[in-house]
């Protein structure tokens, strides 16, 4: 690696991405190093061999209130990568009671949730009062100094009003969003997603989709380094680093190359924190790095016409969570995505029996799917999707600013307030980047 850096950034997934971008552009020289082959972290696509289709390892959906990851593809500009419906619209099926939607109206806000929970049908009239006091109750949680934090998302929607019809609804968004089950995850992270979704504007609430694959929200990474002085290393394995006086020195690679920085942003996963950094000076992170997993299972199925009522599909009493409308990849070839967040119970059962129960649960749930022929189905694990988003794990989550002086951490991991996702992700990289500073060391 030719000449030293202002800033090293370990790791190129969307956390260490926003932050070596965010350096670059406030005028520091960057330099990358990523153990893969590729950007992306646990978020990436790649060019399925048999049929030439881009592939994304899951099923990643965003919003249009996520303003950092915004920040991002406006700085690469890849805004178009990304599709969103104009307004939040969910289709809904539930097993043995049928469809029903929650739809937000372009009205002024907080019209637009009025009427949302005012049509949907799957509320009785006092789960859409319980609906309405949504926002004040999340605000209540998230300001009670520490007093919530300890309860679980399954308990904090049973002391609602019309808390049984409300938590029908409201779990499987609780359980995708933070992908896990409503009876362990942090109902204070859960609080927070629901301020943001119903704090913003009715034109920014919608949900989305990468139009064609993830990895297009981040094409154009390397050049944009490149173009301001900066590079980006792949297959580089990062073995420690270089600690003297509490300060941060640079890092060792497997190999033997060792690197100096001006300053470094750790942009790893949670666990291999425990493996660069030494056990004198994990400090407050040696709780977070041994954190478990939670996993998620995902399909991709190609059937020969559509399927889905909508693009966005929850689905309730049955494995399938969620199913996506991914549009047409070729004439007669129409993707549908499904997903199972916290899937603890499926990652080691066998893909074909995965395979099968999804389509079969489409074809249960709607009409379009019955008559229709399935052409190809892939199942995805994702072992290691996200850090677990229990309550106990959400106090562990550290700072972006270490005690270690030039050393800063970015990731899903770290204490975004938010639950681990690609928006928390990047806001990581956003803030680790103020704290690293822009100006040559």
Same mark, same amino acid.
């Given at each position: 690696?030719?000449?030293?850096?202002?800033?090293?950034?370990?790791?190129?997934?969307?956390?260490?991405?926003?932050?070596?971008?965010?350096?670059?552009?406030?005028?520091?020289?960057?330099?990358?190093?990523?153990? %893969?082959? %590729?950007?992306?972290?646990?978020?990436?696509?790649?060019?399925?061999?048999?049929?030439?289709?881009? %592939?994304?390892?899951?099923?990643?959906?965003? =919003?249009?209130?996520?303003?950092?990851?915004?920040?991002?593809?406006?700085?690469?500009?890849?805004?178009?990568?990304?599709?969103?419906?104009?307004?939040?619209?969910?289709?809904?099926?539930?097993?043995?009671?049928?469809?029903?939607?929650?739809?937000?109206?372009?009205?002024?806000?907080?019209?637009?949730?009025?009427?949302?929970?005012?049509?949907?049908?799957?509320?009785? =009239?006092?789960?859409?009062?319980?609906?309405?006091?949504?926002?004040?109750?999340?605000?209540?949680?998230?300001?009670?100094?520490?007093?919530?934090?300890?309860?679980?998302?399954?308990?904090?929607?049973?002391?609602?009003?019309?808390?049984?019809?409300?938590?029908?609804?409201?779990?499987?968004?609780?359980?995708?969003?933070?992908?896990?089950?409503?009876?362990?995850?942090?109902?204070?992270?859960?609080?927070?997603?629901?301020?943001?979704?119903?704090?913003?504007?009715?034109?920014?609430?919608?949900?989305?989709?990468?139009?064609?694959?993830?990895?297009?929200?981040?094409?154009?990474?390397?050049?944009?380094?490149?173009?301001?002085?900066?590079?980006?290393?792949?297959?580089?394995?990062?073995?420690?680093?270089?600690?003297?006086?509490?300060?941060?020195?640079?890092?060792?690679?497997?190999?033997?190359?060792?690197?100096?920085?001006?300053?470094?942003?750790?942009?790893?996963?949670?666990?291999?924190?425990?493996?660069?950094?030494?056990?004198?000076?994990?400090?407050?992170?040696?709780?977070?790095?041994?954190?478990?997993?939670?996993?998620?299972?995902?399909?991709?199925?190609?059937?020969?016409?559509?399927?889905?009522?909508?693009?966005?599909?929850?689905?309730?009493?049955?494995?399938?969570?969620?199913?996506?409308?991914?549009?047409?990849?070729?004439?007669?070839?129409?993707?549908?995505?499904?997903?199972?967040?916290?899937?603890?119970?499926?990652?080691?059962?066998?893909?074909?029996?995965?395979?099968?129960?999804?389509?079969?649960? /489409?074809?249960?749930?709607? @009409?379009?799917?019955?008559?229709?022929?399935?052409?190809? /189905?892939?199942?995805?694990?994702?072992?290691?999707?996200?850090?677990? =988003?229990?309550?106990?794990?959400?106090?562990?989550?550290?700072?972006?600013?270490?005690?270690?002086?030039?050393?800063?951490?970015?990731? @899903?991991?770290?204490?975004?307030?938010?639950?681990?996702?690609?928006?928390? =992700?990047?806001?990581?990289?956003?803030?680790?980047?103020?704290?690293?500073?822009?100006?040559?060391?």
């Amino acid at each position: 690696m030719s000449g030293r850096p202002d800033v090293l950034v370990v790791g190129a997934g969307f956390a260490g991405v926003a932050a070596a971008t965010a350096l670059a552009e406030r005028g520091a020289r960057v330099h990358v190093l990523e153990t %893969r082959q %590729r950007p992306g972290g646990r978020a990436y696509s790649w060019v399925d061999p048999a049929t030439g289709e881009v %592939r994304d390892n899951g099923q990643h959906v965003l =919003a249009s209130f996520y303003d950092e990851t915004a920040r991002l593809l406006a700085r690469l500009g890849t805004g178009e990568a990304l599709e969103a419906d104009p307004t939040f619209r969910l289709h809904l099926w539930e097993r043995g009671r049928g469809e029903f939607d929650l739809a937000c109206p372009n009205l002024p806000h907080p019209l637009q949730w009025l009427a949302a929970a005012g049509s949907c049908s799957r509320l009785s =009239a006092l789960a859409r009062v319980g609906a309405l006091t949504l926002r004040d109750r999340a605000r209540a949680l998230i300001s009670s100094n520490g007093d919530g934090r300890a309860v679980t998302v399954a308990d904090w929607l049973k002391a609602g009003p019309g808390s049984a019809d409300l938590a029908a609804v409201l779990k499987p968004l609780a359980t995708a969003a933070l992908n896990e089950a409503p009876e362990d995850a942090s109902a204070l992270l859960f609080a927070r997603v629901l301020d943001r979704l119903l704090s913003v504007p009715a034109s920014k609430s919608g949900l989305a989709l990468p139009r064609r694959a993830l990895g297009d929200l981040i094409a154009g990474f390397e050049e944009y380094l490149q173009g301001r002085g900066g590079m980006v290393r792949y297959r580089q394995t990062v073995l420690g680093v270089r600690i003297e006086n509490g300060r941060a020195l640079g890092v060792s690679l497997l190999g033997g190359e060792r690197i100096d920085a001006g300053s470094i942003v750790l942009a790893v996963p949670h666990e291999r924190a425990g493996w660069v950094l030494r056990p004198e000076h994990l400090g407050a992170m040696s709780g977070v790095v041994a954190i478990p997993w939670s996993p998620i299972v995902s399909t991709v199925q190609v059937y020969d016409r559509p399927i889905l009522p909508a693009r966005f599909v929850g689905m309730l009493g049955t494995k399938t969570q969620w199913a996506f409308d991914r549009g047409s990849s070729g004439s007669g070839r129409f993707l549908v995505g499904t997903v199972r967040s916290a899937a603890f119970a499926d990652v080691e059962r066998d893909v074909a029996v995965i395979a099968a129960e999804a389509d079969s649960e /489409l074809r249960e749930a709607f @009409d379009a799917a019955r008559p229709a022929r399935l052409l190809s /189905l892939s199942v995805y694990k994702e072992r290691r999707a996200t850090m677990r =988003a229990t309550p106990d794990a959400q106090r562990l989550r550290p700072k972006s600013k270490t005690a270690i002086e030039g050393l800063f951490l970015a990731g @899903d991991w770290t204490d975004t307030g938010l639950p681990p996702t690609i928006e928390g =992700a990047v806001w990581s990289g956003h803030r680790a980047a103020e704290l690293a500073g822009g100006s040559p060391a």
